[in-house]
């Protein structure tokens, strides 16, 4: 069965400071998938990346990077520069691609409760 | 686009009654997905049905709870008779293949 931790409940920092969301998955499968979604005060779920088994390769937009490492099963999620904007619930998800094609099916971590104070 | 619809975005009933929550996943998505977020439980997958045909049900609670998926654009989630402990939030969501999956904004129920 897949699992995804997300170890951090909350974590509160001051703006223009750097945090880092910790995830860590366990699967069987060789093929997966991974994602992170964002969660605002508003309710919303924001879909923020996706990143494939086969891509060990780092990802940067902005002021968000992931590093997805497979030697430790973790993909975690920094923000640089952080802003009071940020503040919201972070899940970072995962997908096993299974034989059969239809299969789809998304587990949620539970989630990081990031507070960017001013 | 318009993106995920769903309907309505607030509902509030007393326990017994028949609560049904409306879907209308993006237009091309073969996938559509129903999710119940609480705070003690997080995000659950409850059901997912694939060009409309249900793939997994066994996140759902129980026998109250019915899904179903007439034609491309349109699904609903029923609970029939509703209980206090089914008030959470309700998301939908739709993806095209195994990509990302865009949610709605969410049906806040209450049951009372």
């Known amino acids: 069965a897949q699992k995804v931790t997300q170890a951090q409940t909350e974590i509160s920092v001051v703006e223009k400071e750097d945090v880092t969301l910790d995830c860590v998955y366990e699967?069987?499968?060789?093929?997966?998938?991974l994602f992170w979604y964002k969660q605002p005060p508003s309710g919303e779920l924001v879909f923020l990346i996706r990143?494939?088994?086969?891509?060990?390769q780092n990802e940067i937009s902005g002021r968000y990077s992931w590093n997805f490492q497979k030697s430790t099963s973790s993909f975690n999620f920094t923000i640089t520069a952080s802003q009071v904007v940020d503040s919201a619930v972070y899940f970072c998800?995962?997908?096993?691609?299974?034989?059969?094609?239809?299969?789809?099916?998304?587990?949620f971590g539970k989630g990081t409760l990031l507070t960017v104070n001013p | 686009d318009a993106g995920v619809i769903q309907s309505p975005r607030h509902e509030v009933t007393e326990m017994g009654q028949e609560v049904t929550l409306r879907c209308k996943p993006i237009?091309?998505?073969?996938?559509l997905f129903w999710y119940r977020q609480t705070m003690m439980r997080g995000l659950e997958l409850l059901i997912y049905?694939?060009?409309?045909?249900?793939?997994?049900d066994s996140g759902m609670p129980e026998d109250r709870f019915s899904a179903k998926m007439p034609n491309a654009s349109f699904s609903t989630l029923k609970i029939q008779p509703s209980e206090p402990r089914d008030s959470a939030v309700y998301f939908c969501?739709?993806?095209?293949?195994?990509?990302?999956?865009?949610f709605g904004p969410g049906t806040r129920l209450t049951v009372l």
């Open positions: 237009s091309g998505h073969d996938y």
């Open positions: 699967t069987r499968d060789t093929t997966y998938y």
């Open positions: 990143r494939n088994s086969f891509d060990e």
């Open positions: 998800a995962l997908s096993e691609r299974r034989s059969g094609g239809s299969n789809y099916k998304l587990t």
């Open positions: 969501a739709s993806s095209r293949g195994h990509n990302e999956q865009f």
């Open positions: 049905f694939n060009n409309n045909v249900p793939i997994d």
